[in-house]
């Protein structure tokens, strides 16, 4: 009996551990939220993204990890409401953008864990989404800039067609 209950750990332990390697691999950052409020499971990229290598985040409040981010955000009281109007409300699924003091455009979402029908917390995403931005920036300047020589074209042409 004890031989299959340490079996039974290990595999638990094992399967904690792939899981954690898992959520560390991915280039996104995850926070994992209980339904009491409290942090149970974040990645290497939060902590990367959001400066708090080094800082101990298991079992703390949510209030306190969006103080934690706040700390690298623009706009921190806005953020920490809406994060927590979020959390509060219990919308099914969010997401918004938000800029960190380094310029960085960091897109945040979020969806509800429910277990047995009931919440059972919420899983935040933060994904850096700054070089797509400037990408999309740089697409509508070059289109603005087809349009004006398209325009400038078509004037010149009606322009010679008239003077012939």
């Known amino acids: 009996m004890q031989e299959s209950s340490v079996s039974a750990e290990q595999k638990l332990a094992d399967a904690l551990a792939c899981n954690q390697a898992t959520l560390d691999a991915l280039d996104f950052g ?3 939220v209980n339904e009491k409020g409290r942090v149970t499971q974040w990645n290497a990229a939060f902590r990367s993204l959001f400066r708090l290598d080094g800082e101990r985040l298991d079992d703390i409040s949510h209030e306190d990890a969006l103080a934690r981010i706040s700390r690298n955000v623009t706009q921190p009281n806005a953020f920490a409401a809406e994060a927590t109007n979020i959390q509060v409300a219990g919308h099914p699924e969010s997401q918004n953008e938000f800029t960190l003091i380094s310029g960085e455009t960091i897109e945040q979402a979020s969806r509800l864990r429910t277990r047995d029908g009931k919440r059972a917390g919420r899983v935040w995403t933060f994904r850096n ?3 797509q931005r400037e990408v999309e ?3 509508r300047i070059v289109e603005h800039q087809a349009a004006r020589s398209t325009a400038a074209l078509w004037a010149y042409t009606c322009t010679t067609c008239r003077t012939r």
């Open 129 to 131: 989404v700054s070089q």
């Open 30 to 32: 995850i926070l994992v």
């Open 137 to 139: 920036e740089r697409a």
